[in-house]
């Protein structure tokens, strides 16, 4: 399935890759992507047209700093979107590192977290994982932070810019070994927080409307109180509409929960993919086009995996020049880096040993495909949303995750492969908010940029 093309990253050397992070660092329209390291500083790795370059990291790189995770969102409303780095201790008993939040005013980024007014509001525990929600459906987003045996924390800022912490104000003060954050509409049309949890169960905060919540992890059957958490995404495993969560495991079985009709999840995973692995990352994109996604496991020490939807069942297939059987993985993302409308995959590693970035594009296949960028009123990515496209008789399902399951965070972009068809019937985007549109026979081999429904008729492109 996927070919090897390390060589164009550049440079390239051997970092302890924490996490790594999708958003568009300098205003230009085009993603780049935050590599956080563990013993380096922070990387930005941009595409020049012909190789994923060095960006200069000003600021961002946080030489001092020992970061573990990114994430981008919109926490202003501005249309610009700020980056959020979780920071651990740089060594046993050294004094704790506070987190930063990084806005960009013109070219220069500043860290609000470290400004006066908002010193004291900044996280300073040690956390493991990151996710975003837009809880008021306004297109100002809210910062979850998870960490090991404490509870979670909601950071915002006011209209004055200053930073308050509100998990209890909102229902999500719960106290967890939380591993994962995603969000995504796991049980309806607003999206929810899911927590993946270490020696205890997990937990599922479903969205009440109204910026509130509540844990319902155990009556949906999303508990699992004896595996240990360490990945996750969303996808339509079965095609018929509803949000599935494929959650990887670092002891215990992988889980693949389908969602049934009557509103709680089962378990489903053959015995093959459900086989215990040291899993950092999972994945579910259509890496060939064909209309249906496959599943890409990133482990730690032994080969990476991929499972593809063949004659009505979950197989595992060649994963090629990804394999990587001596990799040491901790992050995994994917976007269409160079922008020929097929995704590629790239990887981090450490954790233990320092190794370089691996980058992978899948074999070429000429099938045609869409890709829908939905934007907040503000002009952000609308973290959050669903696209579901109809076409050939059949629908596809993508969710853009707040939030990707681990210390990484994809593209804000539903991608949708095609394989031979020449027409989609509809696009049904639902936003945050749970705003709609519906869009008839868009155009094919294009990435369509869609406004908010409250701007009124707006041009895609």
Known sequence: MFIACSNLIVPNPPISCAGIAV???????????????????????????????????????????????????????????????????????????PDRLFACFGNRWVDLAALPENFAAANRAAG?????????????????????????????LDRRGRLHEVAEEAGLDIEADARLLLGSCLTGSLPDLFVGCANGPNLLFRNLGGGQ?????????????????????????????????L??????????FQHRAGGGFVDVAPA??????????????????????????HMHGQPNRLFAWREDRWVSIDVGDAAEPEGLGTAAVVADIDGDGQLELLLGHGD????????????????????????????????????????GGRRQLRSITSGSGGPYQREPVAHF????????????????????????????????????PSLGQQPTC
């Open 352 to 391: 233990g040993e320092a190794q370089p970035l691996s980058l992978f594009l899948a074999s070429p296949t000429g099938n045609n495909w869409l890709r829908v960028l939905p934007l907040t009123a503000g002009g952000a990515p609308a973290r959050g949303a669903t696209v579901c496209l109809t076409a």
């Open 247 to 256: 959650l990887g495991n670092v002891q215990g079985p992988q889980r693949l």
């Open 213 to 245: 919540y509540e844990e319902i992890a155990d009556e949906v059957g999303l508990d699992d109180p004896f595996a240990n958490a360490s990945a996750a995404t969303i996808l339509d495993a079965d095609g018929d509409g509803l949000v599935d969560l």
């Open 417 to 452: 492969g095609l394989g031979e068809l020449t027409l989609v019937d509809l696009l049904d985007i639902t936003w945050p908010d749970g705003a709609t549109l519906r869009v008839e026979q868009p155009d094919l081999c294009r990435l369509m940029v869609v406004h908010h």
């Open 272 to 297: 093959e993919m459900a086989q215990p692995a040291p899993v950092r990352a999972v994945i579910a994109a259509d890496f060939d086009n064909d209309g249906y996604e496959e599943l890409f496991f």
């Open 128 to 156: 493991t994982s990151l996710a975003c929600l837009d809880r008021h459906g306004t297109g100002r987003y809210s910062i979850v932070v998870g960490g090991e045996g404490v509870p979670l924390q909601l950071f915002e």
């Open 23 to 97: 958003g568009d660092i300098d205003g230009d329209g085009r993603f780049d992507f935050v590599v956080t390291c563990a013993d380096a500083p922070n990387r930005v790795l941009s595409w020049d047209g012909g190789a994923l370059v060095e960006h200069p990291a000003g600021p961002l790189a946080d030489a001092s700093a020992c970061a573990r995770a990114a994430l981008f969102a919109d926490m202003d409303g501005d249309g610009r979107e700020e980056l959020y780095i979780l920071n651990e201790p740089v060594a046993a008993g050294a004094l704790p590192t």
